[in-house]
């Protein structure tokens, strides 16, 4: 049952991103300013909090390969989806990322050789046409190719750092340790490629900008990640990422009722089949 809600505890936190994204991108933010501050403020909060615990986060050479490429991984995923932001409605943005779990499931069961059971499949059977229809615009809702690969992008190196998490040494340490090390290396990562691109990070602008960014280090990364780390190690990948389906529910309640993005019946039936599924997911043993 810990499992289970930590899962939900960390979808609900990540569907957040759009309402934090939507403020710091009107405060003139860019998309590698707003996601280096993030990723080091959460690394600062975290260590913090450890310092203060006396909760140790060292970890051994051999960890940190792992951790490098998680960092790169969840970094590459974030500017994928923070990107799209920019393209398309962060509603139907967030919705496509769930296209993840069913990644997620086909890289255990080939390289993990993970069995899901029936329930996780007729779980996955329900939400997809959920999916569907939420991911089908209609009602003045801005769809965009370009916002659509960014998303596809997240989606792959979202389930690939889930299958690391889950069959490496890394998943094996605890979850704020296994965080922290994300988050530092995520900001290396996201401003190494802003410095490539030519968008270097930058400080945030104005108080509200920072009270926004702090709100995006808090909920969404610190909340998120730890919480889906405590969720894969109790309950396993699949399942942590089937539970995933919330993260399009928050993102398309908090697109529809804080930023005018339509609300259709497609989207309440959608909606409806994601939770059907969400919900054999948790009664399952």
């Not at 539970?243 to 009722?257: D, F, H, K, W």
């Amino acid at each position: 049952m810990t499992g289970t809600i930590a899962a939900i505890v960390a979808a609900v936190s990540y569907g957040t991103n759009p309402l934090w994204a939507h403020y710091l991108y009107a405060e003139g933010v860019s998309t590698h300013s707003m996601l280096a501050g993030r990723f080091v403020l959460a690394a600062l909060a975290l260590g913090a909090w450890s310092a203060a615990t006396s909760h140790p986060l060292r970890v051994g050479r051999r960890d940190l390969g792992p951790l490098a490429a998680l960092g790169c991984l969840f970094g590459a995923s974030a500017l994928g989806l923070f990107s799209s932001f920019r393209h398309m409605d962060s509603g139907l943005a967030c919705t496509l990322l769930f296209v993840y779990p069913v990644m997620v499931a086909i890289l255990m069961a080939a390289f993990a050789r993970e069995r899901a059971g029936w329930r996780i499949w007729a779980a996955l059977a329900v939400a997809l046409p959920g999916v569907a229809l939420l991911t089908r615009p209609g009602g003045g809702a801005v769809f965009s190719w370009t916002g659509f690969w960014l998303v596809m992008w997240s989606s792959a190196t979202y389930a690939v750092y889930m299958v690391i998490v889950n069959v490496s040494r890394a998943g094996r340490l605890p979850a704020t340790t296994l965080s922290f090390w994300s988050f530092v290396f995520c900001a290396v990562f996201v401003a190494l490629h802003g410095l490539a691109v030519g968008t270097p990070p930058a400080l945030p602008p104005t108080g509200g900008a920072w009270f926004h960014l702090a709100g995006l280090a808090l909920v969404p990364t610190i909340g998120s990640l730890v919480a889906m780390a405590i969720a894969i190690a109790r309950i396993g990948s699949t399942p942590t990422a089937l539970l995933g389906s919330l993260e399009p529910v928050t993102a398309v309640v908090i697109g529809a009722t804080l930023f005018g993005e339509p609300f259709t019946t497609r989207y309440a039936v959608g909606i409806g089949l994601v939770l059907l599924a969400v919900s054999g997911v948790a009664t399952r043993k």
